[in-house]
Nanobody, 127 residues
């Protein structure tokens, strides 16, 4: 089992920055990929970014490319999301997710690729 705990959400003005963290505990030796998804009210959960745990290679949704940066600290089993130039449309609950299966049959931008999820942290960007 793996437990994920997110932190760092809050209220910020448009153009501002926030940094989210996601700490993993438990079976962390088997992490393949970790990612961030978000869900705005009335909308489906959408992919934001993910990072391959061993190589650190990231991938971003077009909507956040150039503004958000994902990183990880392998020693601390923690993933980060630095969010800059925030826009009102970034307002959502942000969830971290962890994949241990590493299946090649599902892309990591699909939430079904992840076996473990955090409880979510709310990010609100005001005008």
């Amino acid at each position: 089992q793996v437990q994920l705990v997110e932190s760092g959400g809050g209220l910020v003005q448009a153009g501002g920055s926030l940094r989210l963290s996601c700490a993993a505990s438990g079976r962390t030796f088997s992490i393949r990929t970790m990612g961030w998804f978000r869900q705005a009210p009335g909308r489906e959960r959408e992919f934001v970014t993910h990072i391959t745990w061993s190589s650190g290679v990231p991938r971003y949704a077009d909507s956040v490319k150039g503004r958000f940066t994902i990183s990880r600290d392998n020693a601390k089993n923690t993933m980060y999301l630095q969010m800059n130039s925030l826009k009102s449309e970034d307002t959502a609950i942000y969830y971290c997710a962890l994949d241990v299966d590493g299946s090649v049959f599902i892309v990591r931008s699909n939430p079904d690729a992840y076996e473990y999820w955090g409880q979510g942290t709310r990010v609100t960007v005001s005008f």
